[in-house]
């Protein structure tokens, strides 16, 4: 299990742990299920390959967040997106995995990477002054460190993209 040299707060654990159970969960539905490689993983933003009627898709897992970390509880209703991480390189939004599947408190939201994208792209003015609080990470760029570059987006809309499944826990 990769842990980044960031995670203070055990953020690589509980990946794990919505990773096993999207996994689980993959695999009720037929799917084979092959972990990435430690590079695919960092590189290509890929946790997993799933394999179904001979086509294999990547999927980068996401675990449940909250807005700030020192909020008491998960927000479901509000999703991080990454253009760009905490080392300065191209976030998750520009990896090379097919699905990004958003761990939610009672289902997965597994969606298109490349719809995802457009829509971030089209919601998020990266050219606004970046903001420093999370709470003001609404529709905004905000940065924990002067790298990185990631926004919050209401679940609702990531909702709207076609190409999309919602799988129950």
């Known amino acids: 299990m990769f842990v ?3 995670d203070k707060r055990n953020a690589a654990s509980i990946g794990n742990r919505a990773e096993r159970i999207f996994v689980s969960l993959a695999g009720t539905r037929g799917y084979k299920i092959k972990p990435s490689s ?10 997993f390959y799933l ?3 001979s086509q294999i898709k990547g999927v980068d897992v996401k675990s449940r967040k ?13 999703t991080w997106v990454e253009f ?6 191209k ?18 939201i597994v969606v298109d990477r490349i719809s995802l994208k457009n829509l971030s792209e089209s919601l998020i003015d990266r ?3 970046f903001v420093k609080d999370c709470y003001n990470a609404k529709y905004r ?25 919602i799988w129950k826990k």
């Open 141 to 165: 760029i905000y940065q924990r460190r002067d790298q990185e570059e990631i926004s919050l987006i209401k679940t609702s809309d990531i909702k709207k993209i076609k190409r999309k499944a």
């Open 66 to 78: 909250k807005i700030c970390y020192y909020d008491k509880d998960y927000n479901d209703d509000w």
């Open 4 to 6: 980044h040299k960031f």
């Open 38 to 47: 430690t590079a695919d993983n960092k590189i290509k933003r890929v946790d």
């Open 51 to 53: 394999e179904k009627n």
């Open 91 to 108: 976030g998750w939004l520009y990896g090379e995995s097919n699905y990004i599947a958003f761990e939610k408190k009672d289902y997965f």
């Open 127 to 129: 050219n606004k002054e």
């Open 84 to 89: 760009k991480n905490g080392d300065g390189f």
